[in-house]
């Protein structure tokens, strides 16, 4: 919903309520949700991870005036798809207390880049005998001493196995970058960069907490990447 934080995200991942690792195995990616969850929006979870960095010149001070404006080539004018982002980084640049300007006033001029790839991303996942799930036959050591989770512990009397299974997902990496510069004299004061990995995900449908997740504690520390964990619009679950 254009001019809104919370744009229809449309559902990111499902079933990513799983354990994994993630590492490289004969030159192709292997993931698991304990790691990707971070960046992963999934069907159980409630909230949207991001990573963010941004670098700033060491004697830049964010003081008043924070005047902007919008940083375009002479007679570029951006297509539907820019302005409506333009908008959206309108609102997060007034809600850290930047007013926008016309050209001539603007103390900074603010321009951004966005990006995405997919990719297939193999993904391990490991399920388990659930003894109280419909038509589950136990067999011979089914009591109440031979339970999977029993006194005994995973792989006493009782246990059954887990079933290990691999497959690939599409996963899709979105990028926004904000630039910041001086206007005067065209030097950039201030740049950051949000990052987002979701399954069956696109640019559209994560740009909206990439922008706000880029203005979390603005303007950042200089060179520390962190993570920005926003909450989901409950209508995109």
Not at 9 to 30: I, Q, S, T
Request: net charge positive.
């Amino acid at each position: 919903m254009a001019g809104q934080w919370l744009a229809k995200l449309g559902k990111l991942g499902k079933g990513w309520c799983r354990k994994a690792g993630e590492g490289l195995r004969g030159g192709r990616l292997m993931a698991s949700a304990a790691l990707l969850g971070v960046a992963l929006l999934s069907g159980c979870a409630s909230t949207v991870t991001t990573e963010v960095t941004a670098f700033g010149q060491g004697n830049w001070q964010n003081d008043p005036p924070r005047t902007y404006a919008f940083d375009r080539t002479a007679g570029q004018e951006p297509q539907l798809e820019d302005q409506t982002y333009e908008q959206w980084l309108a609102q997060a640049l007034s809600g850290v207390g930047f007013e926008q300007v016309a050209r001539p006033r603007a103390r900074y001029l603010v321009s951004m880049e966005y990006d995405s790839n997919s990719r297939l991303m193999r993904i391990q996942e490991t399920s388990y005998a659930d003894p109280w799930s419909p038509g589950f036959y136990p067999g011979p050591y089914w009591g109440p001493y031979y339970r999977p989770w029993g006194p005994y512990g995973w792989g006493g009397p009782g246990y059954w196995p887990p079933v290990t299974t691999v497959r690939d997902v599409p996963v899709t990496q979105s990028t926004l970058r904000v630039y910041f510069k001086d206007a005067a004299t065209g030097r950039r004061l201030y740049q950051v960069t949000a990052n987002h990995r979701g399954e069956g995900s696109s640019l559209q449908a994560a740009m909206p907490y990439l922008i706000r997740s880029a203005f979390v504690q603005f303007p950042a520390e200089s060179g520390r990447p962190r993570r920005v964990t926003l909450p989901l619009d409950p209508n995109d679950k």
